[in-house]
């Protein structure tokens, strides 16, 4: 099963009543072996891909995919077993999640098709068509695939940022020189779910790319903590300014002094000595000594530093 890569799927009729629900749709299903689409893709023929079977009058959108699951498996299986698959046209059973046969007219001559003797023959010249392919912006295929090898980007990642070709351009543009995957987490949380919360696109969004890129920059140099970066994006938003004057004048910079943060651990330790020794036994209990030191510092202090330090009072 495993040499067959492509389903192709299609939806031919699709009809019913949709206002009250009701849907009736006919599916087509073919699977081919690896490379034959792309070979359809280069000749146009038809001979490269696999032989169809309609699966007709399916009437959910759970149903349109278990008949597409099911049928792909059957048509696989016939296939690595060596068979050959018949074009005909199939049921969908949804108690036993199957289709099954149910009349093998599907020859054009059994539909009566025949040409239109009024159409001309369409004749497209092979250098025009280049000409235009050259001409067209970077495809959304081709664009996911740069942002993953690029960037680094995972392809969730980057099918979210191939939505819109708005949305890829501002992660290019707040990408340059920082970190890809704290950009695009930025990006494609904090920053689309305020966008979609307010009714913003974002080609209007409020804070440009160049904020993005500010604030990840802050988060990599260690100026401030991720947790730090959330509530800088709070006033981001508000509109106090850029993420550098924002730190600045809140006095949101992350503590990294070693000597300052020491001095809480010493002070949380000689509260609570026997949570201290009980570290050593339990040594998931040093989260509570983290949070304490975090609260003592407003949260400033730098989260790796705690844990390097505490480790090193607690022997652990």
């Not at 942002?147 to 340059?176: P, T």
Request: proline residues 4%; contains cysteine.
């Amino acid at each position: 099963m495993k040499k067959i890569r492509t389903i192709l799927v299609y939806l031919g009729t699709c009809d019913g009543d949709m206002d009250k629900g009701n849907l009736r749709a006919d599916v087509n299903v073919s699977v081919c072996r690896p490379g034959a689409y792309e070979k359809f893709r280069e000749t146009g023929s038809f001979s490269h891909l696999g032989t169809r079977c309609e699966i007709k009058n399916v009437n959910s959108y759970r149903y349109i995919q278990q008949a597409i699951e099911y049928e792909a498996r059957r048509q696989i299986e016939i296939l690595e077993d060596g068979g050959k698959i018949d074009q005909e046209t199939r049921l969908f059973d949804p108690t036993r999640l199957e289709t099954r046969s149910m009349r093998s007219k599907e020859e054009a001559h059994d539909y009566r098709y025949f040409p239109d003797p009024d159409l001309l023959p369409l004749i497209l010249d092979p250098a025009w068509v280049k000409r235009i392919e050259e001409s067209l912006p970077e495809l959304p295929d081709a664009k996911k695939a740069r942002l993953q090898s690029q960037y680094g980007l995972s392809a969730y990642d980057a099918g979210v940022l191939i939505i819109e070709s708005d949305r890829a351009d501002y992660f290019e543009a707040a990408a340059k020189g920082r970190d890809a995957k704290l950009v695009s987490n930025w990006v494609t949380n904090e920053l689309l779910a305020r966008l979609s919360a307010h009714g913003h696109e974002i080609s209007a969004s409020p804070l440009p790319a160049s904020d993005i890129a500010q604030l990840v920059e802050l988060i990599e140099t260690g100026v401030i903590s991720s947790k730090i970066a959330k509530e800088v994006f709070e006033h981001m938003w508000a509109g106090e300014g850029r993420p550098a004057q924002i730190v600045e004048a809140r006095g949101l910079v992350q503590i990294n002094d070693t000597g300052a943060i020491e001095a809480a651990i010493d002070k949380l330790i000689a509260a609570n000595p026997d949570k201290a020794s009980a570290v050593k036994e339990k040594p998931q209990a040093i989260g509570w000594f983290v949070g304490q030191v975090m609260k003592e510092t407003g949260g400033k202090a730098n989260p790796a530093t705690v844990n390097d330090l505490l480790k090193a009072k607690l022997g652990l």
